[in-house]
C-alpha cells in the first residue's frame, strides 16, 4: 500500500509515500565472506581497529547491496578481485552494544590454498595478518555470534543450502 491513513480533525488525512517511508525502521547491514581450506579451516582476517578477528567482509554502505559489499571489501582488505558464490546464511542481529538491529549476510568464497592465502595483501593500516583457523581455533578469537555463525555457514556448505539464523543460531 503506497498510503497510510491517520484521523485529524475528524477527517481522515492521507499520507504520501515519502512520509510514509521516512517512518519505516531502519536496519544496519553486514556481508561477508567465508573462504576455506579441504580441511574445513577458515580464512580469518585479524583488524588492527579492533580485538576480535572477523571473516573479510564489512558494512553495507548506502545505495549497496550485500554482493558488491563483499566484492568492495575482498579488495579493500586483502587486495583481491573474486566473484562472489551462492548466500550460505542470512543472520537476523537485535540491538546490541548499542548498535541497532541489523542483517547479515554471509557468501561462499570456495576452498582456498595455502598458496591462496600468502597471495592476499593484507590492506596496511586495517589488517594485521590473515590466517587458516579451525572452528576450535576461531572461537578463541572472534565474537560468539560469529563463531556461531561460522558453524552454521560451514555445515550450509556442506548442506547446499541458505540458511536463515536469529543471532547466529540456525532458525530454519
Known amino acids: 500500500m503506497s498510503t497510510a491513513s491517520s484521523s485529524e480533525s475528524g477527517g481522515t488525512r492521507v499520507l504520501p509515500v515519502q512520509e510514509y517511508v521516512a517512518g519505516l525502521a531502519r536496519k544496519r547491514m553486514a556481508a561477508g565472506v567465508l573462504f576455506r581450506d579441504e580441511r574445513g ?4 582476517v585479524e583488524p588492527s581497529y579492533k580485538p576480535n578477528w572477523e571473516i573479510p567482509g564489512g558494512a553495507v554502505e548506502a545505495d549497496e ?22 548466500l550460505l546464511v542470512v543472520d537476523y542481529v537485535r ?27 593484507p590492506s596496511p593500516g586495517e589488517i ?22 561460522l558453524a552454521v555457514a560451514l555445515a550450509a ?10 543471532q547466529g543460531r540456525r532458525i530454519g
Open 41 to 44: 579451516r577458515v580464512v580469518l
Open 65 to 86: 547491496s550485500p554482493w558488491e559489499t563483499v566484492r568492495r571489501e575482498l579488495v579493500e582488505e586483502i587486495g583481491w578481485h573474486r566473484p562472489v558464490g551462492r
Open 157 to 166: 556448505v556442506s548442506e547446499g543450502a541458505t540458511v536463515l539464523c536469529e
Open 128 to 149: 594485521r595478518s590473515i590466517g587458516f583457523y579451525t572452528l576450535a581455533q576461531a572461537v578463541d578469537r572472534v565474537k560468539p555470534l560469529l563463531a556461531d555463525r
Open 95 to 121: 540491538p546490541q552494544d548499542h548498535r541497532p538491529e541489523g542483517v547479515v549476510f554471509v557468501f561462499d568464497g570456495g576452498v582456498l590454498t595455502d598458496a591462496d592465502v600468502a597471495a592476499m595483501v
